[in-house]
């Protein structure tokens, strides 16, 4: 019974990160802003999805990173943090030296997220950014219940965090 409410509150705060609003704070450098249009997204059994050009961000993604956010520092900060979550569905859980790299390298993009998106200058909130990636990431049941186990394997450890220019 846990489990089940434990799932269905994870879900809803996922959800809930996909829904950016539609404030001016949402406008981008140049004038535009992100769509509110929800993506069509890759629905498949596979946790690592479809990755064509085998960049380690799923097509699906990849196309709504570059369609919704024309700053090429936006794109590289998001598509930073999209590999990584991807490498999060895929990791071995039961591999904690793996985890924890990681974790550490999933801090780093978020880092470089918030370094590169200034709300100062009508950029999207960064939170807002990578929780509408996170959220994308994990579009289904088995997508999900994988990044939740990534999570779990995490619990009882600790970060600190990033500084200066994480960005790759």
């Given at each position: 019974m846990f489990k089940k409410i434990f799932m269905l509150v994870a879900v809803i705060i996922l959800l809930m990160g996909c829904n950016s609003g539609s404030s001016d704070s949402n406008t981008s450098q140049n004038g535009e802003k992100p769509s509110d249009e929800l993506p069509t997204l890759d629905r498949t059994d596979s946790l690592a999805g479809i990755d064509e050009n085998q960049n380690g961000?799923?097509?699906?993604?990849?196309?709504?990173?570059?369609?919704?956010?024309?700053?090429?520092?936006?794109?590289?900060?998001?598509?930073?943090?999209?590999?990584?979550?991807?490498?999060?569905?895929?990791?071995?859980?039961?591999?904690?030296?793996?985890v924890k790299k990681l974790s550490i390298k999933s801090s780093r993009a978020m880092h470089c997220i918030f370094l590169k998106f200034d709300v100062k200058k009508g950029d999207e909130n960064p939170s807002i950014a990578w929780k509408k990636i996170r959220s994308m990431t994990t579009n289904?049941?088995?997508?999900?219940?994988?990044?939740?186990?990534?999570?779990?394997?995490?619990?009882?450890?600790?970060l600190s965090l990033p500084r200066g220019d994480t960005c790759e």
């Amino acid at each position: 019974m846990f489990k089940k409410i434990f799932m269905l509150v994870a879900v809803i705060i996922l959800l809930m990160g996909c829904n950016s609003g539609s404030s001016d704070s949402n406008t981008s450098q140049n004038g535009e802003k992100p769509s509110d249009e929800l993506p069509t997204l890759d629905r498949t059994d596979s946790l690592a999805g479809i990755d064509e050009n085998q960049n380690g961000i799923r097509d699906d993604i990849e196309k709504y990173i570059i369609e919704n956010y024309p700053d090429e520092v936006h794109k590289k900060a998001l598509f930073q943090f999209a590999k990584t979550m991807q490498e999060e569905l895929l990791v071995d859980v039961s591999d904690m030296i793996a985890v924890k790299k990681l974790s550490i390298k999933s801090s780093r993009a978020m880092h470089c997220i918030f370094l590169k998106f200034d709300v100062k200058k009508g950029d999207e909130n960064p939170s807002i950014a990578w929780k509408k990636i996170r959220s994308m990431t994990t579009n289904t049941k088995v997508r999900l219940q994988t990044y939740l186990k990534y999570n779990k394997a995490l619990d009882g450890t600790a970060l600190s965090l990033p500084r200066g220019d994480t960005c790759e």
